[in-house]
Every structure is written in C-alpha cells, then in structure tokens.
C-alpha cells in the first residue's frame, strides 16, 4: 500500500438543505475547519478553509447537528492522513 494514494472525501448531511444540494469535499484539500458560536446556541457556524483560499461556510439550527457535522469531518480529515509509524 505504501505509494498508494487513497481519495477520501467528506459527505455533508446538511439537513433539509441537502434534498436540493449535495456537497462532497475531497478532505485532502481542507486545511481546517472552524466551528463558532456557544454549545447552547440556536445557530452555530461551520467554516470549512480549503487549501487554495476558498471558504464553505454553512449556518446550523440545530446544535447537535453542528457538532455531529463537523465530528465527521474532523473524522474524515484524521483518517486521510498517512500513518507516521515506522
């Protein structure tokens, strides 16, 4: 495996929103992720910085869904990166 180059991307579940638009992001090209606003606040921020400048950005309701949201792609980011054990 080793030289190999896996493609891995994170799915979005962006609630309603996503019946009418489907987001996938190759994880590779993030080069972080920002979540503000409190835990118990009704609308919390989801900052996607990817490598070439560009931001996504999307807006929760839902709390919950924010954090779930952006454990996944925090999830997805720590698996793209290739294992440094000897």
Not at 11 to 40: C, F, P, R, W
Not at 48 to 64: C, D, K, Q, R, T
């Amino acid at each position: 495996m080793a030289g190999e180059q896996i493609t891995r991307t994170v799915n979005l579940d962006l609630g309603n929103a996503a019946e009418q638009n489907m987001v996938a992001i190759n994880a590779a090209h993030i080069a972080y992720v920002k979540l503000t606003g409190s835990m118990n606040s009704d609308l919390r921020r989801m900052e996607i910085y990817i490598a070439n400048g560009a931001v996504i950005s999307m807006n929760f309701e839902e709390p919950e869904h924010a954090e779930t949201t952006f454990a996944e792609v925090i999830d997805t980011i720590n698996r793209t990166i290739p294992d440094h054990k000897l």
